[in-house]
């Protein structure tokens, strides 16, 4: 059986969320699958189930959503935000350290080997990898630094289908662009296209598909319309396009939007949550409106700060009056000093945080990954780690302060019980869990009735 690649003809046109489903639809069909991206840039992780590493959200949400445990080879090459035209390295799963961007683009032929042996591996135990690409896949001055796409098509012979969204227009030039682009043997695999993000009545475009398929000679493999989803955010460009119903919220929370915000998946709980407005705020203007404000995790805590500081969030965050939650980085700013002798993430040596805490942060060499139960403010919740910096306590509360290096505490319905019921006592709560596994099916139903799943599966028989 072949594997499958899902092209976007740009960026953003929700090549993540049709991996996804597809990936759920293979295997609710019985076929073996597992999820796969050669190379993410995200500052967005996960801890996989298994080896201790991490990798981008996306392929860990399609694996958990099948049962899969997650492993580094799903994502074997994964870049965060290094600074300065610098990127921080994660290979397998484990940090290398930072690198120049063009020092990283130059070694790109040493890289290949890892991206192959990761998708090989993963070929001996499922019958059909599901490779997502990334951005578009005819970069013409990029093509032969291409992992996620090019590399992945040829090196694995996959078929092929791209994915357009006709929201943001353009969408015959793009296909038919793309299309004739891509490589002789590449058009070859090409199954046909998915028009994505449609809005409106469907039968408006029948003619569309009539000129793709008659003049443009590409199968259109299904029409999709706009459903938001709300869950496995990859980057910042996504998180703020989520949707919320707030006609019956009843607590305002604000997230500080950092420069270098990470896992903000941890907040999607909050997201879908009726009884919750949700806003990520940049101007300390913002904070007085919320009942609640988060610091969340940070690529660049140091940096994060000052830039917080040079906002004039700093007398408003210290303010004992102030009702805030901070998790990993934002929990690290929350310390008398945060010190990082070896230039770990910043070249400042020592800084002073808000000092709402007692004690020091000190940056170690040895990055701390790790999933796990722990027992958060009386709670036994499963989340995960990962950071540089270190302190006496996991998490710790104080007067109007829960402050916590776990990643995915709102996950927990009691946690988000406990936090909430103390500023609204009204506060009702749901199962997030349950609501999870309900909005996953209804996606995936909401797919199937509009692709043509049988001549994809059929497809990749051939």
Known sequence: MNSLSIFGTSSDVGKSTLSFAITCLLHKQGIKVAPFKAQNVSNNSQVTDLNSGEIAIPQAFAAEAIGLKTRPAFNPILLKSGGKSKAHIIINGKSVGNTNVWEYYRNMERLKPIVKSAFCTLKKEFECIVAEGAGSPVELNLMDKDLSNIYIAQEFNTKIILVADIERGGVFASIYGVYHLLPNKLQKNVIGVIINKFCGDLSLFDEGITIIEEQLKIPVLGVVPFKPFNLGFEDSHSLINYTQ???????????????????????????VDREIELSFISSVNELDSCDLVILPGSKRVIDDLIWLREKGFEKKIRSKKRKVVAICGGYEMLFERILDPLGIESEYKEMKGFARLKGDVTFLQEKIVKKGEYNLFGTIAKGYEIHNGITKKRCKSAKNLYGTFVHGLFDTDNIRNTIFREINPNYKGYNFNKFKHKIIAEFTEHIDRHINMKKIISSLYL
């Open 245 to 271: 119903d707030t006609t019956n919220a009843i607590i305002k929370v604000g997230v500080i939007k950092f420069p270098h915000i990470s896992n903000f998946t941890d907040f999607e709980p909050l997201v």
